[in-house]
């Protein structure tokens, strides 16, 4: 290295950036129902997979998935990690665990937060249900969920919940 | 079809910071050194391919506009490349095609990331709208997979811990590698914090800074030069929100490799590829990727990753050069997999050489694993 390559200072500094979301027809749909503390997917009218939280269309088949379809709010772990290490800009505190979670008659998961059980409790195919924040909180978001906690119940072999096409 | 080649490979040295360089001075250097090691002169130079992670990861946005001089696209057709981390494999592809269409004769190809000049897991782990903040970078999203991987086929604790030491072993034997940790093994990988469980703090990728540069030419222009002939080579993606996508083992995946082979006449990997580079960014996805590559049977990848196949030693060494988990500079790390693939047929891998390899594979994937690249590279044109 020559010293005319030798390393420079560098300065750190920091750049804000606001976006503008527009969520799309479906998600409005999906949100609106959010609000009220109700979950509802939409399904493919072809391959009749039920997408939660829906995008307006089926990846499989490449139509709209116009047909609604109201789920529980009650699930199953598909998988999870435990994050150990702070995320910059995340405001969560680790150990947390991340989970896929699959609602009951879904055919896709999404991640969430489970809670209120030991981590090392935790496992695949383990049942869960949401818990809701207060009813005046509620907003256009799944942060309306605080995290899935287990529920008493059998847990669910995974490898069964494959998407089978009717 | 036109056959192209490698006549070029041209990597920099890969670090946790490359204060010496700016952007430009980086993708130039691999250029350079690619170009030199092609012996060919810019006025060869037909097209410029361009590939690297998103934008977000140094906030310069659209950066091949600002690098045109640096990669000596002016004037000249140039194209970007976007496929997450699977970019430099894909960018290595469609270079290619540009030679094979008859369009180019001779085209250069860069990838790149300077992670040092932003924060990679920052970038990777944004507030979703109206969703809980709950991403937390890629080891976050790929550990619930690999967590599925195990309960599927129930492999030891330490077959992670054991690709983690193997790839940092083999990086000792590659100059350019970003982790050097001298005496490494798996009771060291075994001892490291825990990230992402399972995944532990050696059993993930590092964050690099580098680039990495190949001249691709039609068999015309080959002359007498040492060549690493592309015998096959393959893109394939699927839905990421799909109902029915298996995450542990992806169909574009599979569909990609067979197709691979197929363009080169492979019927058994396992025997007939002499070496790969496979993108594995955390240790779990080596038994992962064997199997969906069809080197094994499901299930089956974990033994032969136990069994020592895959160790430089192998009947099949997997990621001779340190692989990701030795240098991550995301934009360059699929691309790096491809010219170390090129470079182990020319016989030019130096200390980390594969005696006498005759055909092996470059691979990379990227995004939520629904990306895929892939090529064949051999030292035969058939």
Redesign the interface.
Known sequence: ?SDD????D?KESF?HLE?Q?T?GSA?TTF?NQ?KEGRLVGQS?PK?K???VPP?GS???CGIATSIEVPLTDKGCV????????P??????VPPYV???IRLDEA??SF???VQDIEIDQIR?GMRVQAVWKPKDEWT????N?KWFAPIDEPDVD??TL????S | MIQAGVIGVGQTNYDSKRRDVSMAGLVREAIDKAMLAADIEWDAVDAVVLGKAPDMFEGVIMPELYLADAIGAVGKPVLRVHTAGSVGGSTAVIAASHVCSGQFKTVLTVTFEKQSESNATWALSPRYPYSPHINAGAGGYFAPFIREYIRRYEPPEHIGWKVAAKDRQNALKNPLAHLQIPGIDEKMVSETPMLWEPLRYLESCPSSDGACAMVITSEDRVGSRNVAWIRGMAVRSEGTLSAGRDEVNPQGGIDCAKDIYQQAGIQNPRTEIDCAEIYVPFSWYEPMWLENLGFCDLGEGWKLTDEGVTAMDGSLPVNMSGGVLSSNPIGASGMIRFGEAALQVMGLAEDHQVEDAKISMGHAYGGAAQFFAMWIVSSTKD
Request: hydrophobic share 45%; charged share 15%; aromatic share 10%.
């Open positions: 290295m390559q030798a390393p420079k560098y750049i976006y979301y969520a998600t949100l959010v493919c391959c997979a039920v997408y995008r089926c990846p499989r598909e998988s999870f990690t435990v994050v150990h290490i995320i910059p800009g995340n405001p969560i991340c989970a896929m055919d896709i991640l969430h937060l695949i256009h978001s799944l942060e969920i995974v490898s494959r998407f089978k096409p």
